[in-house]
């Protein structure tokens, strides 16, 4: 039997639900759901897509994107599109209906950044049609007031709502630890007294493309503010976690910037070993070796549990209301 067309009313329940939605990675599931119950059809999938630099794809001509299910593991390796589908719908950045599926890619910044695959699905009528230029617009426009407008990265305020989530499932992530790390551009302000604001800027864009480089693409990356960034990825141990921050530091390290010429980074980092901590107290433990880092002479890695493991730093015990007690 046909599903039943979608009514009016329904459609008027599901608008007035989606406005209520203040922060745009609740969009996509929401979404989802929203558009199966309006078909009549399952349950759909979320996929997060992210772009992936043309010389790690591992095949010739494959779509530059790596795609993977909302909630798995960050992805090791680019994965190439071939679902013909699914590859109309990123390119042209727009519904695809297909084979009976429903591909709605949600884009903000110029880039697809999810994409809807809802099975099953029939040709959408009218009125569903309607709705699907609304939900990708109210996407963008979350999307967008949570994306730092200089170097196109995630904002401190999505910071938040990510790595909240990201706590809350800890407990039930026993395969992989998972990491926190504040990036600061050596001697910033230097380079702005001297060189300008506007090279200055040029700099923390190029600064960006470098980070959001040098990790997977599942791991997120933020600009904090200023000068200073953050990362949160997951290895399966310290050690690797150390090492993936020392191969960022020494492409910083090797990287021409224009004008400037060299630039370093000092990066602290703390591992997210409590679900029941607050986002915050782990970036007062990343700025802590940060800090400690920039005095022992910058363009360093620093890991706040070995410096407290060591006596250089204050044990957690000092921490009160989520804040560090610095030097």
């Not at 224009?258 to 990343?286: C, E, I, N, Q």
């Amino acid at each position: 039997m046909a599903p039943a067309p979608a009514t009016a009313d329904a459609l008027a329940r599901e608008i007035a639900s989606l406005l209520e939605l203040r922060q745009s990675v609740a969009v996509p599931a929401h979404a989802a759901t929203a558009l199966a119950r309006l078909l009549g059809t399952p349950e759909g999938r979320v996929l997060h897509v992210f772009p992936v630099a043309a010389a790690r794809i591992p095949e010739p001509g494959a779509l530059e994107y790596a795609i993977v299910a909302q909630g798995q593991e960050p992805l090791e390796a680019p994965i190439p599109v071939r679902d013909r589908a699914l590859l109309r719908a990123l390119r042209d950045r727009s519904p695809t209906h297909e084979d009976g599926r429903l591909f709605l890619p949600l884009s903000a910044g110029g880039e697809v950044r999810y994409v809807l695959e809802l099975p099953g699905a029939p040709d959408p009528g009218p009125l569903v049609r309607s709705f699907i230029p609304l939900l990708c617009a109210y996407y963008a426009v979350l999307a967008d007031a949570e994306t730092d407008p200089l170097t196109g990265l995630s904002s401190r305020r999505l910071f938040y709502s990510e790595v909240g989530g990201l706590l809350g499932r800890l407990a039930g992530s026993a395969r992989r630890c998972y990491f926190l790390a504040v990036v600061d551009v050596d001697h910033f302000k230097m380079i702005n007294d001297r060189f300008g604001h506007l090279y200055g800027d040029e700099i923390l864009i190029h600064f960006a493309r470098v980070l959001r480089a040098s990790f997977r693409a599942g791991d997120l990356v933020y600009r904090f503010g200023g000068e200073e960034f953050i990362v949160v990825f997951s290895s399966d141990t310290r050690e690797q976690a150390w090492a993936a921050l020392e191969r960022f530091r020494a492409c910083v390290e090797r990287y021409e910037f224009p004008r400037v010429g060299r630039v370093t980074a000092s990066v602290g980092f703390a591992r997210l070993d409590d679900p029941l901590t607050p986002a915050t107290t782990y970036v007062d433990r990343a700025d802590r070796a940060v800090y400690f880092a920039k005095s022992g002479g910058r363009n360093r890695v620093a890991e706040y549990e070995a410096l407290v493991a060591e006596g250089a730093l204050a044990p957690p015990a000092t921490e009160k209301g989520g804040e560090a007690t610095l030097f």
